[in-house]
């Protein structure tokens, strides 16, 4: 079982940076690869980055190419998400998102392959 916690979002101006933190219990952190989501008010929930096991291969989604980067520590059990030249379309509650086994290590785009999700932190962007 995996438990995944958020760090606190927060109200940032557009063109400004925020760094997600998500801290992952379990002794197997290292196996997993994980993810990072969103949702909007009224919208469908959207991939936003995603990482390997090992942290060498990542993934991103268009819309954040460029401006977020994904990252993770194993020693401390920890995934990162550095939201950089914010946008107020990413405003959104976002999400980390956990998918183990061996044949899921790799980054994914797709929300139903992930088997742990965390509370969500909230994101605002204002203009």
């Known amino acids: 079982q995996v438990q995944l916690e958020e760090s606190e979002g927060g109200l940032v101006q557009a063109g400004g940076s925020l760094r997600l933190s998500c801290a992952s219990s379990?002794?197997?952190?290292?196996?997993?690869?994980m993810g990072w989501f969103r949702q909007a008010p009224g919208k469908e929930r959207e991939f936003v980055a995603a990482?390997?096991?090992?942290?060498?291969?990542?993934l991103y989604a268009d819309s954040v190419k460029g401006r977020f980067t994904i990252s993770r520590d194993n020693a401390k059990n920890m995934v990162y998400l550095q939201l950089n030249s914010l946008k107020p379309e990413d405003t959104a509650v976002y999400f980390c998102?956990?998918?183990?086994?061996?044949?899921?290590?790799?980054?994914?785009?797709?929300?139903?392959?992930?088997?742990?999700w965390g509370q969500g932190t909230q994101v605002t962007v204002s203009s």
């Open positions: 379990g002794r197997t952190f290292s196996s997993y690869a």
């Open positions: 990482i390997n096991w090992s942290g060498d291969s990542t």
């Open positions: 998102a956990a998918r183990g086994g061996i044949f899921k290590r790799f980054p994914s785009g797709s929300g139903s392959t992930y088997d742990y």
